[in-house]
């Protein structure tokens, strides 16, 4: 009997304990600092990167800074003509992605009057890369509070996030996917606000109008890939609009809500100037060379394009390689989506070898973390299929999901052609999709929640998140990096080097205490 009664004391204290922590975490999830963690979190893991990993890194890092180190030689945005011995960046004379790379140009120029370390000179861009993104992940707060989700569950969105390996390492380089990842989330937070008003009043509002048109105008200059994502939100906010304005039987004018005459001045301006940017690009390619991104073999000589290694990989694989199988046609979209799910896990590096060119070191993800991102991926699809009428039933990410869906189908359509054009599954990088992630992520964990609530056990989105946690501890952002990093992936691999000390030794506890 005694032991009897010990034994009910001891799952009692238990039980208690379990709940106390259960409380505690969930209380800690619906705080406002928590938020500030996660942010913290996000800034710990990439300046890390940013401060140990050798120049230059994997995601194109080498052909940025060259671009940033060239566009500082002179004052104009973009080059009217192509600058001598350039060719290694392809056409960059009809390449419409550019401002990136012309806006830390100013910032360099500055450094590089003061030293010429090219450690130096990499790690502050690099810190200014790490604000893009921190002022990204600031929007996206905004934004998932503006589709409706709860504090609560936009901070695991945000928490699993900044955990995802590619995420502090995508953050810590140079690399104008950092500032498409803010441009994003300003673009779909403005989106957001435009298409709340017009459904409640039918006014539509004219500021986030033309902060709209301004983001989209930005973004094209930045990264051209970024068009199709633009394209599909703008067409949805016309239909939206002129749905709208039918049903509550206004004219257009009647309905417009205009800032004040100062605000109208500016974004004249800005839109004017970035009109002309934009159309210096798009338009002339169009008429020049019959597209927006014109070959680089219709701008320069082929001679003059073998020095860009993307278009003489690709040139050299079109001309060698067997084209695809009806087989490998018939399994490339699950080849697709293996190699996005894979490079958003896997971490890699690289560096230059004797030639002069970039040896890439991927290295794969671990094997928990990986096992349980993919049971994350495959039962999230399968409850949002299971609740794709209520997930339908949420206007706005409704609307920001198919605006993504078009991006990611023109995605892998364009992989697709490149298979058909070389015979090779390339250039897919799940680094493609880190702007839009947040919003797939809570497309993903709305269901999860729906889920737990109609199995009336709201204890369990508590250990979800803490068991989900603890398996990707075993391989998630930073750790994922240190675990995988061998002393090359070191801006020094020299024992002595503060670079090598810390992260040997903080590897060398990992390796003791991660499941590989």
């Known amino acids: 009997m005694f032991h009897k009664m010990s034994a009910s004391v001891g799952r009692l204290k238990k039980n208690v304990l379990l709940q106390k922590i259960q409380r505690t975490v969930y209380s800690w999830l619906d705080a406002r600092p928590f938020f500030y963690v996660i942010l913290g979190l996000l800034v710990f893991q990439s300046l890390w990167i940013a401060l140990s990993a050798v120049y230059p890194q994997a995601f194109d890092e080498n052909y940025h800074f060259g671009l940033i180190q060239l566009h500082a030689q002179q004052w104009l945005p973009f080059f009217t003509a192509h600058p001598a011995g350039a060719e290694v960046y ?14 830390l ?9 003061i030293t010429d370390s090219l450690a130096v000179q990499v790690i502050v861009l690099r810190l200014l890369n790490i604000g893009m993104f921190v002022g990204g992940l600031l929007v996206y707060r905004k934004v998932l509070l503006e589709l409706g989700i709860s504090r609560r569950l936009m901070h695991v969105v945000l928490l699993f996030f900044v955990l995802t390996p590619v995420v502090p390492l995508l953050a810590a380089q140079i690399n104008y996917d950092n500032l498409i990842f803010m441009l994003t989330a300003l673009l779909f937070l403005y989106a957001i606000r435009y298409m709340r008003r017009l459904y409640s009043t039918g006014v539509i509002d004219v500021t986030s109008l033309l902060l709209i048109v301004f983001y989209i105008l930005f973004t094209a200059v930045v990264k051209y890939t970024s068009t199709p994502l633009s394209l599909a939100l703008a067409v949805i906010l016309a239909t939206v609009t002129v749905r709208q304005i039918r049903k509550h039987e206004i004219t257009l004018l009647n309905a417009l809500a205009w800032p004040r005459r100062s605000v109208i001045i500016g974004f004249t301006v800005l839109l ?24 680089c073999a219709k701008v320069l000589t082929i001679e003059q394009c073998q020095s ?38 896997f971490v890699i590096s690289s560096r230059f070898i004797p030639n002069g060119t970039v040896e890439y070191i991927p290295a794969p993800p671990l094997t928990v973390a990986n096992y349980t991102a993919w049971t994350i991926v495959i039962t999230g699809a399968g409850l949002a299929v299971y609740y794709i009428q209520r997930l339908w039933r949420l206007t706005y990410l409704r609307l920001l999901l198919l605006a993504i869906a078009f991006y990611t189908a023109v995605l892998f359509i364009k992989n697709l052609s490149m298979y058909l054009h070389t015979g090779e599954a390339m250039a897919i990088h799940g680094r493609y999709l880190v702007p839009v992630y947040p919003i797939l992520y809570a497309a993903l964990a709305l269901p999860f929640a729906w889920a737990i609530d109609k199995w009336r056990r709201p204890e369990a989105k ?24 061998e002393p090359r992936w070191y801006w020094s691999s020299d024992t002595s080097s503060p670079a090598y000390q810390i992260n040997h030794m903080v590897q060398g506890v990992l390796h003791r205490v991660i499941i590989p």
Do not use: C
Request: aromatic share 18%.
């Open 90 to 103: 392809g056409a960059v004379s009809r390449d419409p992605s550019y401002l990136f790379h012309y806006l």
């Open 105 to 113: 140009s100013l910032p360099y120029q500055v450094v590089a009057g």
């Open 272 to 295: 004017l100037g970035f009109g002309g940017l934009f159309a210096e690009r798009y338009a002339v390619n169009l008429a020049a060379y019959h597209g927006p991104v014109p070959d």
């Open 308 to 345: 860009y290694s993307p278009w003489a990989r690709d040139h050299l694989y079109a001309q060698s390689q067997p084209k695809p199988s009806t087989w490998g046609l018939i399994v490339y979209p699950f080849v697709w989506v293996h190699r996005m799910v894979f490079e958003t896990m």
């Open 462 to 485: 508590t250990w979800l998140v803490v068991i989900t946690l603890v398996l990707l501890v075993h391989g998630v952002g930073l750790i994922a990096w240190l675990y995988r990093s």
